[in-house]
């Protein structure tokens, strides 16, 4: 990083964490410190806050899953055009749900035909655990001290952004998770690892690009990580 843009990361840094503070600290002096984390959106128990009709049609897709065919490529939710046709569920343009089709599996298994909103809180947040994990251990494999890679997991962890869409039932978490899966693996290919590092960072890609297309985006870090170490010519042989 150049000087003036590590000056203005930590800037950012220390305004975002005075934010935190400071919304916490206001909310918690008057109501308690339940509703201070209740105001940064750490404690809400329904899918009735901020994006909720994401959420909504996130846990409709475990649903239609659940009740209709457990085909990851077929899926489906309740809406309104589909109860004034009288049909149960019908299909919807959207990103494929894998997180979703992955919920609905140990639910199908014990043969649930609804998916509980805890249940599927709970998914997210064991996704966000793996991200954490990956995270950690790309952080170190780039050549960082434990140290730094354990508060870049406790960064991501406290950012409002990343608390609200990691617990919640979105998308957006577990592509997060996809994302850092597909990051670390490439590299542990290029050191010598192991042979199912490339087929699992491949596996990972798809999985982030269908969860959410912005996904795409990471094929450059990705191809730096490969370029960095091997060379150009050397990683266009491989």
Known sequence: LTPTLAVMMDAAMLLLVWRLAMRFG?????????????????????????????QADTAAFTNGYLTETL??????????????????????????????????????????????????????VLFFLGTCAYLFHLTVRLGESKVIASIAVLVFSILPVSAFFTRTVQPDGPALFFSCAFLYHPERWQVG????????????????????????????????????????????SS
Not at 31 to 53: C, K, M
Not at 217 to 233: D, E, K, M
Request: hydrophobic content about 45%; some cysteine; proline content about 9%.
């Open 193 to 236: 690892a192991g042979k199912l590092h490339p087929f699992a960072s491949a596996a990972f890609a798809s999985l982030a690009l269908l969860q959410k297309i912005s996904g795409a985006l990471l094929f450059f870090p990705a191809v730096y990580l490969i370029v960095s170490q091997r060379g150009l010519f050397k990683s266009l």
């Open 26 to 54: 206001f909310v918690t002096h008057p109501y308690g410190w339940r509703e201070g984390l209740r105001s940064i959106n750490v404690t809400q128990p329904q899918l009735v806050d901020f994006h909720a009709w994401r």
């Open 71 to 124: 085909n990851p490529f077929d899926p489906r939710l309740d809406r309104f055009p589909c109860e004034y046709r009288n049909e149960p569920f019908g299909r919807v343009e959207a990103e494929l749900p894998v997180a979703s089709w992955m919920a609905a599996l140990p639910l199908a298994a014990l043969g649930k035909t609804t998916a509980p909103a805890p249940y599927l809180r709970v998914v997210s």
